[in-house]
């Protein structure tokens, strides 16, 4: 029975298993997509501009960014990602600072996040009168998302050989891989990805687990 | 106007008309760039420009081979055709090519090798007009600008300028505050004295005034070679101003459109387009005024050789105006060699082949990319 119990456990995970693989492989083959067509418009881009206007000249090495990817500890450890706007403070953060630092008398300042000021367009970098190439570029990055070194080191394993292959061949000179232009739905997309990539390395592992035991209950089972 | 061009022209620039008829001869053919299309690789590129008039132009590049490095050493060639023209000109084409050479990126020729036969050009060209080098210090100005909004070192940036535009007062440029002080204090003794007159503000130098100073500086040059080329007369008037009125409609055009949904206002706008062209002015008046591309097109529509070029945008092609407006380019400037002895000819060939350059980065941007659909929005030139 107990045999019984758990061969249901590992159908039900299995197909869990192959349900979240085919999302994640959807979700990959659009970030594909939305990534090589902001490619394409960079180098339009370049053609319409000048192949050195759009470049590492442009743009400073130390930037600062416009979203930010918050991790949290969700149900049964598993690891969640979410897009929040820089400078803005998770709910949990904000509440305890503020008590501290009230008041009696007369109204206080209370601190301010580091960076006040709101981070720049990063099409601005590149001058005010871009072509149109250039903002079609910055929107499929934005509702694509750039797929980033994530929290857990979980990067690697979850970056499409696509993306990385393409990034390689394209021009490593450009150094314009790191487009932070900001887009919560963009991020998301990459943040989801990284869930579900969390989802199934679990999943995959709770796999293993049950194998064994059902090894150990059945030791006779093929 | 001088009657006996056709006697003179040859005594002094005969030698060199032939030596750019030839270097024109020698731009890909629509062959040459159906074997393009069908390489696989950069390496397969750079196989296929060997046995064209490039010849072995990367073959001191070690793998990987990308876009960048051969949009580099296609410049570098040019520079080096262009720099041999110069050197061999007597005036008044000398100053002719002196304001051509604002066409050219400030990245153009820099690289540690090629630091000697700069300094050998720079010494010969000291009794020369200074106007020569405006044209890359013009671009080196506004490289020196933005890399200090963008908090990037001096010596850096120093590095990426062109040697032929460098000025003792360079290193300074990056101080100054507003396009006065940069004037008085730094460029009131160079060549850009003239066409920063037109450009002074007391604002601070923020991205948009760095903008709006490099479109009127670009605006101010233009004028003053449309000027230089009415002035001269003869065939290379002919010539050259119906090119440089159709670039200066044409910077009018481009400037509206991606001005759209920027912080630059109408007024600011109208500051920017040149003074000359068909638009002058009362398309530029009404140009000045549209607020989207569908107002644009309305006055294109008043003006014979706009109204096509408009019409032919977007279609199943998926063609952008600037694709339009170099295919028009490419036209005039081919034309411009269906007549002798005039300036125009250099003009022309060293637009032609900037074009044909654009044309292979794409090409091998497409092939990087494995995007191989629009491999074909290349415009072909011969």
Redesign the interface.
Same mark, same amino acid.
């Given at each position: 029975m107990a045999a019984l119990d758990l061969r249901a456990e590992l159908d039900s995970l299995v197909l869990q298993l192959l349900g979240d693989l085919e999302e994640l492989e959807g979700k990959r083959t659009v970030l594909n997509a939305r990534v090589e067509e902001g490619w394409l418009s960079l180098a339009k881009a370049r053609y319409a501009m000048g192949a050195k206007s759009v470049g590492p000249l442009q743009y400073a090495s130390h930037m600062e960014p416009q979203v930010c990817l918050h991790a949290s500890e969700a149900q049964e450890g598993l690891q969640k990602f979410k897009v929040v706007r820089a400078g803005v403070h998770a709910p949990e953060e904000v509440g305890p600072r503020e008590a501290g630092l009230r008041r009696r008398k007369g109204p206080t300042k209370t601190p301010e996040p580091e960076s006040s000021e709101a981070p720049q367009d990063p099409l601005n970098w590149f001058g005010i009168l871009v072509p149109h190439s250039l903002r079609q570029a910055q929107a499929s990055f934005r509702d694509g998302g750039r797929r980033r070194e994530l929290p857990g080191g979980l990067g690697s394993s979850c970056s499409s050989r696509d993306i990385s292959k393409s990034h390689l061949e394209v021009d490593p000179e450009c150094g314009l891989t790191e487009k932070r232009s900001g887009g919560r739905a963009g991020l998301q997309l990459a943040a989801d990805i990284a869930s579900l990539q969390n989802r199934i390395d679990w999943g995959r592992s709770q796999l293993r687990g049950l194998q064994e035991k059902l090894k150990q209950l059945e030791p006779g089972a093929a | 106007m001088l009657e006996g061009a056709e006697l003179y022209f040859n005594v002094d620039h005969g030698y060199l008309e032939g030596l750019v008829r030839g270097c024109k001869a020698s731009l890909l053919t629509q062959q040459d760039y159906i074997n393009l299309v069908q390489c696989e690789t950069l390496e397969d590129l750079k196989i296929h420009l060997q046995t064209t008039d490039y010849g072995n132009f990367l073959a001191n590049h070690t793998n990987?081979l990308? /876009?960048?490095k051969i949009?580099t050493e296609m410049r570098k060639r040019l520079c080096g055709e262009f720099e041999y023209f110069r050197n061999h000109s007597l005036e008044p084409l000398s100053t002719f090519l002196t304001y051509m050479t604002n066409e050219f990126?400030?990245?153009e020729v820099c690289t540690p090798c090629s630091q000697t036969l700069v300094t050998m050009f720079l010494r010969v060209q000291v009794n020369f007009h200074p106007v020569k080098r405006c044209s890359y210090m013009i671009d080196n100005v506004i =490289?020196l600008m933005?890399?200090a909004l963008?908090?990037?070192s001096v010596k850096e940036?120093l590095g990426?300028c062109h040697p032929l535009g460098r000025f003792t007062e360079m290193e300074a440029v990056n101080i100054a505050e507003t396009p006065s002080d940069l004037f008085n204090a730094i460029l009131i003794e160079t060549p850009l004295a003239p066409f920063f007159q037109d450009c002074m503000s007391e604002n601070a130098l923020d991205?948009?005034n760095?903008?709006l100073l490099?479109?009127k500086l670009y605006k101010s040059y233009l004028e003053a070679f449309y000027k230089f080329c009415k002035n001269h007369g003869d065939v290379t008037a002919e010539v050259m101003c119906p090119i440089l009125e159709f670039e200066a409609d044409r910077r009018a055009f481009?400037?509206t459109?991606?001005?759209f949904g920027?912080? =630059?206002s109408k007024e600011d706008r109208e500051t920017l387009y040149p003074t000359f062209g068909k638009l002058y002015p009362e398309g530029l008046r009404l140009l000045a005024q549209a607020e989207d591309f569908d107002q644009m097109k309305n006055v294109a529509d008043h003006y014979g050789v706009y109204k096509p070029l408009f019409e032919a945008v977007g279609g199943s092609g998926g063609k952008?105006l600037?694709d339009v407006f170099y295919e028009r380019e490419v036209q005039m400037n081919v034309l411009a060699f269906n007549r002798q002895f005039h300036y125009g000819v250099f003009y022309a060939y060293v637009k032609l082949k900037e074009q044909e350059i654009?044309n292979i /980065?794409?090409i091998a941007?497409?092939i990087?990319?494995?995007?191989r659909t629009?491999i074909n929005s290349y415009i072909p030139i011969l």
């Open positions: - | 990987p990308t /876009v960048s949009d990126p400030a990245q =490289l933005n890399g963008q908090k990037k940036i990426k991205e948009l760095i903008e490099r479109n481009i400037i459109l991606n001005s920027t912080e =630059l952008t600037e654009r /980065v794409w941007e497409c990087s990319q494995r995007h629009k």
